[in-house]
């Protein structure tokens, strides 16, 4: 008999935080309107490091990050959260704005699986927070929203996103031709996933016995 497992919408709510070997401490929590002004000046900050891996943007940068522009996506970010489709959180490093974390697309069902796409501010990056951010993240998707499966997708010229994912369990499933738009053209990306099945304890504890975080 197909069984359909319990689920929860996973927002607005905060994931567990876990420390870095350095001692900084990381977790996850619900992105909120207030945050327009970390997440404008960050990512104008990061154009250099974000612009190359992110999907096109109409204009300039700073006019995709303008006051406006962030408006328009945290009123389709809270919908998308309120309708059960998306869970779009930021990262929290020492208790301050590092970056962000979105659980998409978000499915039940026979299907019962969703995308994590994440960026961290370059001052944060080298940590290891990426890694310990997608695993809080792919944890949450999987035990707390209650999905099946988690898939992601890297550049080839990205490889340290695909580090990050391979650090959490993620496995190689494909190549994908030209299937998404960045940064002016066509981009292959590799595709990864990782099924409950094979994520055994989850992520968080993986790189908590790798030594890569603690509790």
């Not at 350095?22 to 250099?48: F, K, M, N, Q, Y």
């Not at 990050?164 to 993620?170: E, H, I």
């Not at 496995?171 to 940064?183: A, K, T």
Request: hydrophobic fraction near 40%; charge should be neutral.
């Amino acid at each position: 008999m197909f069984f359909l497992p319990r689920y929860h919408p996973g927002w607005p709510e905060s994931t567990p935080a876990l420390s870095l070997p350095d001692g900084a401490r990381v977790r996850l929590r619900p992105l909120r309107a207030t945050d327009g002004t970390s997440w404008r000046e960050e990512r104008i900050a990061d154009e250099a490091a974000l612009r190359p891996v992110e999907p096109t943007v109409a204009g300039t940068w700073r006019q995709a990050h303008s006051q406006s522009a962030w408006r328009a996506t945290w009123t389709n970010l809270r919908r998308l959260a309120a309708d059960g489709l998306a869970v779009p959180l930021v990262i929290e490093v020492n208790g301050q704005f590092a970056g962000q974390v979105t659980l998409g697309n978000i499915q039940h069902g026979a299907v019962s699986e969703c995308w994590i796409g994440y960026w961290v501010h370059t001052p944060y990056t080298g940590r290891g927070i990426a890694t310990v951010a997608c695993a809080l993240g792919t944890d949450h998707a999987l035990e707390r929203v209650g999905l099946h499966r988690v898939t992601a997708t890297y550049l080839p010229d990205n490889p340290a996103s695909g580090r990050v994912l391979a650090a959490n369990g993620f496995r190689e499933e494909g190549y994908l031709r030209r299937n998404l738009h960045i940064d002016g053209e066509w981009r292959d990306h590799h595709f990864v996933a990782l099924n409950a099945e094979d994520a055994g304890a989850g992520a968080v504890d993986k790189l908590v016995r790798s030594g890569r975080a603690l509790t």
